[in-house]
């Protein structure tokens, strides 16, 4: 058993690890087809996000997307998951990115500009960076099979006992990330203003005490 | 298929609700406003003190030509009114209106997280309706819809969390399950929170500045005719509906009352509901319009003080009460 493998029978425990031995890949169920069309819908948005000129239209398509792993979550039964990621995401981000594009430029129709030499490096990192992460992922949970009939596993209870439990350390690093990531901004946002103050302010300093 | 049977009828009856109290709510403010303000309002429409008015009006939406500017952004154009209206449905299906599993469309585990995740996709709505239709002022009235996002997102969910913390729960017929009458005075700064910052979640006087018909020209909605318009406007009231419901789930203890507990409890939902629906038309008439920036003054030095002393205190006494 490697770490990740290790990792993942804490996170799931023996409940979900006990049904491994009588699934397969063969014979779906429904909710497991529902679930591959709705993982085909969400890469096909994706790929439209990134690759759309049509500035507005690839935040609208990253909607479909991020409600798309919403669906997903749903499917697994993660439901406070799932909210919680269509309340962050669809609700709130997506909503600031739109508020940029317009504040910015978010022409109608298409952009002849919206394209970047950097694509075959994009697609290189963005292949390698998917390729790593479906191996952990598949080297983890390969053997770790959810109950979807039996009571959810991930109701609001069920997460929020793993997260305040095992996974409490990682929990907190990630709110000194954030917060770190809040301070930068601020402290960013004050600097360009303090030297544009004192830009204009040496500009116009003789013209306002004239008027005055 | 008794299942089945069961899970149309509750669509059915959700659907039902969804189209008819707002416009309950829209002809009660037609009336409230005109008094309020000494005339009389519709008198002609049906007969009876114009009770017919909001049909004679849909009446008119459905036959009015369905005009696209030429300039726009035709698909998201179209899209964007289902995208403003639909979330309120949703949401409905969750909002209970009496104890068990009778009086709700449908139980939901998380609740709390669901309702507030779900109206907040509306916004997206009133977005691509201001970018799509090609006009200044439209995109004026989406970019200060995203404007008060940044106002009321915040005050919204910690106020929300602060019930979720006093009930040990986030489903909503969980809360009302623990609710107790002495909740009222606990939770009653949150509960002002919350119904401000829904209030501007709605775009509703004083936080109509998105819509501003006096500045902006009803913003994001200028080019929209007939039906579509009359989608936003349904979408309006169905999200004063939505807003009342949840303040009344979440703070005014839903249906327990001081008496007829048993079998009434959705007389009580909904009498609670009917006054802050009042109450928001009462605002609409007495307040004048802020502006953008004053919101977000409003909100990031009183609304978010605010909830988070809520939070402080909902903790402390959790903690004492235990």
Known sequence: ???????????????????????????PTGVEIAFLLVGLVTFGAALVTVTT???????????????????????LTAEFIAWVQVLIYVGSVVVLLLFGLMLTRAPIGRSPDADSGNRWAALTVAVAAAAALVWVVVDAFRTTWIDLDGPAAGSTEATGASLFQNWV??????????LAALVGAIVL??????????????DTGRDTEGAR | ??????????????????????????QTEHKVMAHMQGRLGPMYAGGFHGWAQLIADGVKFAQK????????????????????????????????????????????????????????????GSLMAGWASANKFSLLGGLRTAAQLLAYELPMLLTAASVAMAAGTVSL??????????????????????????????????FDMPVADSEIIFGAYTEYTGLRFALFLLAEYAGIVVLCGLTTVLFL???????????????WTLLKTAVLAFLVIWLRVTYPRLREDQLQKLSWTLLVPLALAQIALTGVVKVVIQ
Do not use: C
């Open chain 1, 189 to 202: 946002s004050r600097k360009a203003k303090a030297e544009t103050a004192t830009r204009s302010g040496q």
């Open chain 1, 169 to 178: 350390l990682p929990f907190e690093a990630l709110s000194v990330l954030l």
């Open chain 2, 253 to 267: 203890g839903g249906w327990h009352g001081p008496w007829g507990a048993d079998g009434l409890g959705w007389v």
């Open chain 2, 65 to 124: 030509e369905d005009v696209v500017p030429a300039g726009a952004d035709r698909r998201i154009f179209q899209l964007a009114p289902a995208v403003a209206l639909l979330p309120y449905l949703l949401v409905l299906l969750a909002i209970p209106i009496g104890p068990g599993e009778g009086a709700v469309g449908q139980v939901v585990d998380a609740g709390v997280f669901f309702v507030l995740a779900v109206m907040g996709v509306g916004v997206l």
């Open chain 1, 53 to 75: 000129r049509q500035l507005v239209h690839a935040a609208l398509w990253l909607v479909i997307t991020l409600g798309g792993l919403a669906v997903e979550y749903l499917l």
């Open chain 2, 173 to 206: 017929p969980g809360i009302l399950d623990a609710f107790e009458w002495w909740w009222l005075p606990w939770q009653i700064v949150g509960a002002i929170v919350f119904f401000v910052a829904g209030l501007a979640e709605l775009q509703r006087p004083p």
């Open chain 1, 1 to 27: 058993m490697t770490l990740a493998a290790t990792a993942a029978h804490l996170a799931t425990g023996p409940a979900t690890e006990a049904a491994a031995g009588t699934h397969g890949f063969l014979s």
């Open chain 2, 1 to 26: 298929m008794n299942d089945v049977l069961d899970v149309a009828l509750r669509l059915l009856v959700v659907f039902v609700v969804f189209l008819t109290f707002p416009l309950v709510i829209g």
